[in-house]
């Protein structure tokens, strides 16, 4: 009977059985049994209870669901389209399995098999292929959890999925369909998964632009409200991003279709400030001015950033900009960032730098922006995030902008000194900074003024004329001179750098710059000092570097305008105090530090810490197009010239003497003396070749020792090469071993599954067994069943049927008991044998005498 | 600049035809002797009037190579026009349209206006298709041909502009629906009646008329 009753449970489903099973089963098994059901099945119901029971275990055991029941399900993928349900079913424990989060409970350990499972998936293209074909299905309840479930996939192998999808046929395109979607809930999971699609992927972000992308998501951010929207226009800024990022085509595409001019709104400050910043809004206006930023960055092509910043100020959105950054009441970071997006906005675009320096702040007496932003830069009370931000400005600013490097110099020179008095300049603020005691003002203001020199011979040679008056009394010092009277008081590596960054980029490239500062007769002191003082720390080094880097330019630009610096002079003092070597290596310093490369990468400087601040991308732009250059210099060799000139002159002398004297005597000892000077020359040429011999012998014996000391390091090299060999092989070794180990470890995992996949096709076979035989025993069960029914009716009937009969019996023995009695009673005689049985009936029937009586 | 009309095209054909080069020269007015591969797919743009109606061309121009191939075809359904270009110096160009046209045909839209383009017409020296063979191919798969040079700009305007008119035609006749964005032609955006105006919008636009 029990095994009649689980044929019946097996027939009713997973349910009952789970709960049947559950207290003893494993999850394993459980959804082993599942699985198998899942393949076994030939009735749909079957097989999408199954699902529906793997579904809701693959939050729990979601690595025994996918490693066993991930093939069943995508082939449920390709066979069963057309049960939305069983689909719903299969895509949602698609959906728990490759989640590239831990589900509840979940241990740490297991963090990336979502993505082990999606690797599995993607290896089939079928399987991608047949999600997109499901992507027709409209049903709320199946493209909620299909969109999810190729975000996930996406998320998990971006560059697998994506190659996929990007050859199946239309599938782009169907992914994009559902933007259109009219139901919001689908729309805002579908950006999701649109930003998922277009991560790094050119072909993908070029496919959705000719889809109208930008069209269709700016419509929504449209319809949201745009920054007072919520996250959805984050989301959809997210994705402008991706289709930005890094595609020359999809920027021309966004400018050429205008749409430039359709995020307007997007800046425009509202009208009520009290309306105030909410999180959201700075989200999303943040991922706003990265859009343009993106638009505009300096690591564009530079064709493509003009076009942009024109169109920025074509459709007003610099104005714009430029409102937000002078406006109150706006938070630090978007000040930060709108700041960052009018420098990119303005860098090298002359039409909007000239816009730019006529913006003025709505003070009382109104002043100009970039004096705003020079009080900021030069205030350490402010975020340093937002001083290097300014920073970033003020360079873009100037950057290939001679009028504006004009207008900043210009308020350094005397003439301009006559202007009102509570009027702040550029230049005061800048002065102040450089020389203030704060050493983050000085290093700020000294790449600021940097930057009003950068490709300028013009205003380089302007600020030579910069006086400044220090104290009342003393007389006043060129700025120059005032620089290297402060770097040889300083003890602050940053200020030294700082300052020093400066000088370099006054010197390049101009004369008159190095005629000053070599005129002053502590500037090569100060830096042969600086070279040659022992290092401390990493920063002292730098400072060095920059130091020797100084040294190269008055070198490799020496006008030979500074006799004791002349060029041949400065070599020799080289030589002669620091030697080649040591300056070599200092500039090797630089170009070797993490701080260089990184400020070579990107014009803005992303400093965390003050200490951060230390090379400007300017500078790392002169050094490395000058590094190369001076150490060339350098080892140039210049004696040979010297002793050439020499011989010469000898010659010379010796004909002069044959041309002038006339008389034979005269001539005659005039031979003779020459003569003589010859045999004393020749004396001397003897003695000077047998010192010669003599030190050609010693050379020679000391290249001997050489050599032998060459063969000997080559031996040692030789030996140690082998020795790395070695190492390098027992390390090789040891890898190898790790990765063995590994191996070994990943062996007896797939062991492990061997074995469970050994056990389950063993179990298969059984079930198989048992399946084959199962049909004719259970048309046998139930025959046999039926069968025992009627028999069982059968002998109920039969059993009622003897009841009866035995009352109808009792009765009858009554009546011939009472007939007996009768018949006694009448005298007639009755058989002995016929009182016997009716004295048994007697004690038995006696209570029913009476009735028999009264029957009578 | 607002438009009447945008159209989308693709330029589609062998790799080395001179597909960019005829984009570079309508676009900018330039011709690049040496130009890069092209991955994927590149974009440019161009305002023409026809029937004193100004539109807005946004052209794709596809990789050639056969490995790009499952990419460009992305571009077929979305697009209005295309230009299917051979160069008349190199006789496999010309023997691979078939293909290309199979290909076109089966991806895109129905009423895609194609026209044929032999380049290079300035290598008369070296020309191995014939102009004739050109033409008998236009005329028997139902399309337009021209002969063109990226190099001297010959005809490369009428290419264009040729097609345009094409398309702009078949608007006319209501063969193309023109509500559909899927078919490659967009509306502009005032004269779109069905265009919201947000009053946000609306602002925007009139003040930034003058950008680009």
């Not at chain 1, 070599?584 to 951060?612: E, F, N, R, V």
Request: glycine share 6%.
């Amino acid at each position: 009977m029990e095994l009649f009753k689980s044929g019946f449970k097996t027939v009713l489903g997973g349910g009952g059985e789970q709960k049947s099973t559950g207290q003893d089963a494993t999850g394993a098994e459980t959804v082993e049994r599942l699985v198998e059901r899942l393949i076994t099945s030939t009735l749909l119901d079957d097989r999408r209870d199954a699902c529906r029971a793997l579904k809701s275990l693959s939050r729990k055991y979601r690595v025994e669901v996918g490693a066993q029941g991930m093939d069943a399900i995508l082939n449920l993928l390709g066979l069963d389209r057309v049960d939305t349900e069983i689909m719903t079913y299969a895509v949602e424990c698609l959906l728990n399995v490759t989640s590239p989060e831990l589900l509840d409970d979940e241990d740490p350990n297991v963090k990336g098999i979502g993505e082990q499972f999606t690797e599995i998936i993607s290896k089939k293209p079928e399987n991608i292929a047949n999600l997109l074909l499901l992507l027709e299905e409209y049903d709320y309840k199946i493209r909620v959890p299909l969109i999810r479930l190729m975000t996930n996939l996406l998320t998990n192998r971006p560059k697998d999925v994506q190659e996929i999808l990007l050859v199946s046929p239309m599938g782009i395109s169907k992914i994009m369909d559902l933007l259109s979607d009219s139901r919001e809930f689908i729309r805002n999971e579908s950006i999701l998964l649109l930003i998922a699609l277009t991560r790094n992927n050119a072909s993908i972000q070029k496919i959705i632009a000719f889809e109208n992308g930008f069209d269709r998501i700016l419509q929504i951010i449209q319809e949201e409200g745009y920054s007072d929207g919520g996250p959805v226009v984050e989301d959809c800024l997210s994705l402008f991003l991706n289709l930005l990022k890094n595609n020359t085509s999809n920027q021309t595409f966004f400018r050429e279709g205008n749409y430039v001019k359709k995020l307007v709104p997007f800046f425009k400050l509202p009208d009520d400030p009290e309306l105030g910043w909410p999180t959201q809004k700075v989200s999303n206006f943040y991922h706003m001015l990265f859009v343009v930023r993106r638009l505009v960055s300096p690591l564009n092509p530079s064709h493509v950033t003009q076009a942009c910043q024109k169109s920025l100020k074509a459709c007003g959105i610099l104005e714009c900009l430029c409102n937000i950054i002078l406006a109150n009441g706006i938070p630090s970071e978007t000040l930060t960032e709108a700041i960052a997006t009018v420098a990119e906005a303005m860098r090298g675009g002359r039409d909007n730098q000239e816009y730019f320096g006529k913006v003025e702040a709505p003070s009382d007496p109104p002043r100009p922006v970039l004096v705003i932003l020079l009080m900021t830069l030069v205030n350490e009370r402010q975020p340093l995030s937002l001083r290097c931000t300014v920073l970033y400005c003020i360079q873009c600013y100037l950057f290939k902008n001679e009028k504006g490097q004009n207008d900043v110099v210009k308020t350094l020179l005397p003439a301009s000194t006559e202007a009102s008095p509570g009027t702040v300049t550029s230049g005061q603020l800048l002065c102040t900074g450089l020389f203030s005691r704060e050493l983050t003002n000085n290093w700020f203001s000294a790449i600021s003024l940097s930057h009003a020199l950068l490709d300028s011979p013009t205003q380089r040679e302007n600020l030579l004329k910069v006086q400044l008056a220090t104290k009342a009394n003393t007389p006043a010092s060129t700025l120059m001179n005032h620089l290297i009277l402060v770097l040889q008081q300083s003890t602050k590596w940053q200020m030294k750098i700082g300052l020093l960054q400066f000088i370099s980029l006054w010197l390049e490239n101009s004369q008159p710059a190095i005629t000053h500062f070599l005129s002053n007769p502590n500037s090569v002191p100060f830096l042969i000092n600086q070279i040659t003082s022992p290092e401390s720390d990493e920063k002292e080094a730098l400072v060095k570097g920059v130091s020797a880097f100084v040294i190269g330019l008055c070198l490799y630009f020496n006008p030979n305008t500074v006799a004791a610096y002349s060029k041949d002079n400065l070599i020799q003092l080289i030589n002669n105090r620091i030697r080649m070597e040591t300056l070599t290596d200092g500039l090797g310093q630089i170009s070797k530090s993490d701080l260089y490369l990184h400020s070579l990468k990107h014009p803005q400087l992303l400093a965390k810490h003050s200490s951060d601040l230390v090379f400007d991308h300017s500078f790392c732009m002169v050094f490395k197009k000058y590094e190369s250059l001076i150490v060339l210099q350098l080892s140039e060799p210049n004696n040979p010239h010297h002793s050439h000139e020499n011989s010469r002159s000898d010659i010379n002398s010796m004909g002069h003497m044959v041309n002038n004297h006339q008389s034979p005597n005269d001539v005659i000892s005039r031979y003779k003396e020459v003569i003589r000077t010859q045999d004393e020359t020749i004396e001397g040429c003897k003695q000077e070749i047998g010192e010669l011999k003599d030190k050609n012998q010693e050379f020679q014996g000391k290249i001997e020792e050489m050599l032998t000391e060459v063969n000997q390091l080559k031996s040692q090299l030789a030996l140690a090469q082998a020795h790395r060999e070695t190492f390098e092989l027992n390390q090789q070794n040891n890898r190898a071993n790790i990765s063995i180990e590994d191996h070994n470890a990943a062996i007896a995992q797939k062991d492990y599954l061997i074995q469970q996949l050994q056990y389950r096709v063993h179990e298969l076979e059984q079930s198989l067994s048992t399946s084959t035989k199962n049909p004719i025993q259970e048309e046998l069960t139930i025959k046999l069943e039926e069968e025992n029914k009627v028999m069982v009716e059968e002998l109920d009937k039969m059993k009622k049927d003897q009841d009866e009969l035995l009352e109808l019996l009792t009765e009858q023995d009554n009546k011939i008991a009472t007939l007996k009695t009768t018949l006694r009673q009448n005298g007639i005689p009755v058989e002995d044998d016929q009182d016997d049985i009716l004295d048994e009936h007697e004690t038995n029937g006696h209570g029913s005498g009476d009735l028999g009586e009264s029957l009578l | 600049m607002s438009y009447a009309y945008l159209f989308k095209y693709i330029i589609i054909g062998d790799t080395g035809v001179g597909k960019s080069c005829l984009l570079l020269q309508f676009t900018d007015k330039r011709f690049q002797p040496v130009h890069d591969l092209t991955i994927g797919v590149e974009f440019g743009a161009r305002m023409i009037t026809i029937d004193s109606k100004q539109i807005k061309l946004q052209i794709w121009d596809t990789a050639g190579q056969e490995a790009f191939r499952s990419i460009t075809r992305s571009y077929y359904r979305g697009a209005a026009g295309a230009l299917l270009v051979y160069d008349i110096t190199r006789r496999d160009t010309f023997n691979h349209l078939t293909t290309w046209l199979e290909d076109a045909r089966q991806h895109s839209n129905s009423n895609m206006v194609i026209m044929l383009i032999g380049n290079k017409s300035d290598l008369e020296s070296r020309r191995e298709v014939k102009r004739e063979e050109g033409e008998t191919f236009a005329r028997e798969h139902g399309l337009i041909f021209m002969e063109t040079s990226a190099k001297t700009a010959a005809n490369v305007e009428e290419a264009f502009i040729g097609t345009a008119k094409e398309i702009y035609e078949k608007i006319q006749e209501g063969v193309f629906d023109i509500n559909n964005e899927a078919n490659g032609i967009k509306i502009g955006p005032q004269h779109s009646p069905t265009s919201p105006t947000s009053p946000s919008g609306g602002l925007g636009g009139s003040q930034g008329s003058g950008c680009c």
